[in-house]
């Protein structure tokens, strides 16, 4: 199958989100859990978390253009500068996908999809509780993608948690965290590690 831009273009909404969410391969699954000056909770599942530096220890994500109906998590983060980034494990995926449904403002999808709110000192966003990989930020900045109405939001990592069983040889195991990634809109995966390798260095390169 081959598809030209021309093709894409005239690709129904919906087979177009499909298709082009999923060229990047399997993605993290997270939730972001925000919540508004008026106190009320929101949590919404992103694939678009990414790595940006380790000092200081920066993430960043890709926020829609905003809408009445979309875009309560950057909308509270400007508000107080504070946010959660919660892993999705097996046991509550269902849950995590439902969070993307519209939900009012004023709605908090913690209630309707089942999740729990849990806080930790100097952290004023909402945690997943059910959660055993969780990163508490402080929003520090957005960069605009012009090109089409996105921005990346920019934090860094004021509390990191995770579970002893997670941690090998100084090391994250993302398989033994019990993580899920994500392709596409709604497909979700198990995640198996392959291989470990050492830091890789010219003078060490093996023969291949």
Known sequence: MIYTKKDIEHLDRISRL???NAVTGIK???????????????????????????NPALLG?????????VGHTLRNIQEN????????????VKNAHYTSAKFSQEESEF????LTQEYHKDILAPFVKQSTFKMGMQF?????IKHNGTVMVIGEIQKLIIDDSAMVDDD????????????????????????????????ELPKF
Do not use: M, W
Not at 38 to 48: D, E, Q, V
Not at 81 to 92: K, L, M, R, V
Not at 140 to 144: F, S, V
């Open 61 to 69: 994500f890709i926020s829609r253009p905003q809408t009445p109906e």
């Open 18 to 20: 499909k298709i082009i």
């Open 140 to 144: 520090i900045e957005t960069l605009e």
């Open 81 to 92: 500068g504070s946010y959660t980034i919660n892993h999705i494990h097996p046991s509550f």
């Open 111 to 114: 209630e309707h999809c089942g």
């Open 172 to 203: 994250i195991d993302l398989q033994a965290s019990n993580s899920v990634g994500i392709s596409g809109l709604n497909s979700y995966y198990a995640l198996k590690k392959i291989a470990q390798f050492p830091y890789a260095r010219v003078e």
């Open 28 to 54: 993290p699954a997270n939730l972001i859990g925000s919540i508004s000056d008026s106190k009320i909770s929101n949590l919404a599942i992103f694939s678009s978390v990414v790595h940006l530096g380790s």
